[in-house]
């Protein structure tokens, strides 16, 4: 059994900042990418950030310079720290990470359950 848990969700004033985390656990050999995406009602899924086992990161082009992606391989997590957030902003933010359960086993992607972020303007 894999959980994939987010926290840190809340409601903020626009300019100011959130720190999202999230955390895999149960049964894990490896995790190889971990990401960020949200998603508004009306409106597909959207990547905001990715990082490898390895530490590249890639971001979507909206939170480049105000998101900053970082992991700590050792606990499994994912952290999202969003600075000068605008109410665009505003959205479930979901994690995301592609885990190996076993050693000679596939990898299969695993979802958060989501958090709320919304900027108030």
């Known amino acids: 059994q894999v959980q994939v848990v987010e926290s840190g969700g809340g409601l903020v004033q626009a300019g100011g900042s959130l720190r999202l985390s999230c955390a895999a656990s149960?049964?894990?050999?490896?995790?190889?990418?971990m990401g960020w995406y949200r998603q508004v009602p009306g409106k597909q899924r959207e990547l905001v950030a990715t990082v490898t086992s390895g530490g590249l990161t890639n971001y979507a082009t909206s939170v480049k310079g105000r998101f900053t992606i970082s992991r700590d391989n050792a606990k499994n997590t994912v952290y999202l720290q969003m600075n000068s957030l605008k109410p665009e902003d505003t959205a479930v933010y979901y994690c995301?990470?592609?885990?190996?359960?076993?050693?000679?086993?596939?990898?299969?992607?695993?979802w958060g359950q989501g958090t709320q972020v919304t900027v108030s303007s």
């Open positions: 149960g049964s894990i050999f490896s995790i190889n990418v």
């Open positions: 995301n990470a592609d885990i190996q359960k076993f050693v000679l086993g596939s990898t299969y992607t695993y």
